[in-house]
């Protein structure tokens, strides 16, 4: 089992992403994301290139108001999402998830969640319950509180700006070193793609920034092989 929490690979996950995420997207890139799960849908042979390309695109469109969603969630009215996930679950997962933040004494559901203890408290049929519901959860806020939410959505474009400026000098950084390297930069670049682009995991912009300058300093270090 891949531990992405999008692996680009696996199709029918890449299609469920594109259908999830294109409710926070604009009219053009619905119907494009539509026509790539039709297509999948339909039997047709879709190139896996293709629809990871698609499902980046789309991550990239919807990611300000993913983001805003992910602040609403967990530090605006975290209790919101809290109380839709349990009223929607069934009694007895919302037991067991009662009873793990009671007793890990978590604030929000992603931390929760995201406990080490949470593996063995909440059986994976259960754990595959609440990530369902939790996505169609958060559909429904976004339906209701999506227009109140520009305001962060605005800090949500400006920081993932940044993200994309840093994603572009490794990017470039990684033509100019030794193949070793190159491999290096690219597959930490799909780690941190699939925690920032699709988790919508924040992670401190001076991360990506000691990337580049370790990449910069192997460059001098290691020129390109000929």
């Known amino acids: 089992m891949s531990d992405f929490f999008l692996d680009l690979k696996d199709k029918p996950r890449v ?15 619905r119907e494009e994301a539509a026509e790539w799960a039709k297509k999948y849908h339909d039997g047709e042979r879709v190139p896996t290139d293709k629809l ?6 789309l991550a990239m469109a919807t990611w300000p108001a993913r983001y805003a969603l992910h602040i609403f969630c967990t530090k605006e009215d975290p209790e919101e999402e809290w109380r839709r996930v349990n009223a929607a679950v069934r009694p007895s997962t919302a ?3 009662k009873r793990l933040r009671s007793g890990v004494k978590a604030k929000t559901l992603d ?6 203890e949470a593996v063995t408290a909440i059986g994976q049929e259960e754990q595959q319950e609440i990530a369902e519901v939790r996505t169609h959860v958060r559909h429904d806020i976004w339906k209701e509180k999506g227009s109140t939410l520009e305001i962060i959505m605005k800090a949500g474009k400006k920081e993932w700006e940044g ?24 597959s930490k670049m799909a780690r941190y793609e699939d925690r ?3 988790a919508v995991e924040i992670l401190p912009m001076e991360i990506l920034d000691e990337e580049v300058k370790y990449y910069n300093e192997q460059r001098e ?6």
């Open 15 to 29: 299609v469920d992403f594109l259908v999830e995420a294109s409710i926070y997207a604009d009219e053009k890139s």
């Open 221 to 226: 270090f290691s020129p390109l092989e000929a």
């Open 95 to 97: 037991h067991l998830l």
């Open 163 to 186: 993200y994309a400026k840093r994603f572009a000098m490794l990017r470039d950084l990684a033509t100019t070193l030794p193949q070793s390297f190159q491999d290096e930069v690219f």
């Open 111 to 116: 931390e929760t969640l995201a406990h080490s």
């Open 196 to 198: 920032i682009l699709f």
């Open 52 to 57: 990871a390309a698609a499902a980046r695109k």
